[in-house]
């Protein structure tokens, strides 16, 4: 694994000086925070959610490829479902959590293999082989080459095996609006960044206190924010 050994550094770099550059959002920042309000019934969720959506009742015996791991939790629930499961993620911080993950649910696991690495990097897709699964949710779209993410990841799946993906739907204006206020958040400095983020979502956060109002279930929109246990920023995964 030289190949794979050297490129992991070149990724590092490269996402370190995109987050200075503001062209790149820190998700790790989000899934850090993320993890500190993880329940199990959110892991049970995440198993019940791949059961339903594979066709499957578990996992035993497959092999398990999450391109893209973010907080780690469906690689863990892939993992507790029987599957032998391979992790990556571009964004350091999301390998630390997927990491810790691991470690608070499945220490020392020979079966569960994480990795610093690009779904853009089409040599290390090759180099792990195929999988019987295939996962990548809310990712390829945000490589800057989503088609060139979808063909690497996949070529990874095995004959008779899944891809199971999500991607955006571009809507035209309102994407690109989105696309500016993303822009225009990564670029700020981080003591202006929460400020943006309210004044943003001022307006969303308003509609949801009314329709809650109007529906006559209140307590709705306050389980928005007591379920999560905390504010995630601009994001959309």
Request: net charge neutral; charged share 25%.
């Amino acid at each position: 694994m030289e190949i794979a050994e050297r490129s992991r550094q070149d990724f590092a770099e490269e996402h370190v000086e995109e987050v200075r550059q503001g062209r790149r959002f820190e998700f790790g920042d989000n899934w850090y925070r993320f993890l500190q309000n993880l329940k199990e019934e959110q892991i049970v969720s995440a198993e019940t959610s791949l059961r339903e959506m594979l066709e499957i009742s578990d996992l035993t015996g497959k092999k398990f490829l999450d391109a893209g791991s973010g907080s780690g939790l469906f690689s863990l629930a892939a993992r507790r479902l029987g599957a032998q499961v391979h992790s990556f993620d571009y964004d350091p911080q999301s390998v630390a959590c997927t990491k810790e993950l691991r470690r608070r649910y499945s220490q020392n696991d020979p079966w569960w293999r994480i990795e610093h690495q690009s779904v853009l990097n089409t040599d290390y897709l090759s180099s792990l082989g195929r999988f019987d699964v295939v996962y990548s949710w809310g990712v390829l779209h945000h490589t800057g080459a989503m088609w060139k993410a979808l063909d690497n990841v996949h070529r990874s799946v095995a004959s008779g095996g899944l891809l199971f993906i999500a991607i955006y739907n571009d809507t035209g204006t309102q994407s690109a609006r989105w696309r500016r206020i993303k822009q225009l958040y990564n670029a700020l400095p981080r003591p202006l960044r929460w400020p943006y983020t309210a004044v943003v979502a001022a307006p969303l956060e308003f509609k949801a206190v009314l329709s809650a109002l109007v529906s006559g279930h209140p307590s709705r929109y306050i389980r928005r924010w007591t379920d999560n246990g905390s504010l995630t920023a601009i994001k959309d995964d």
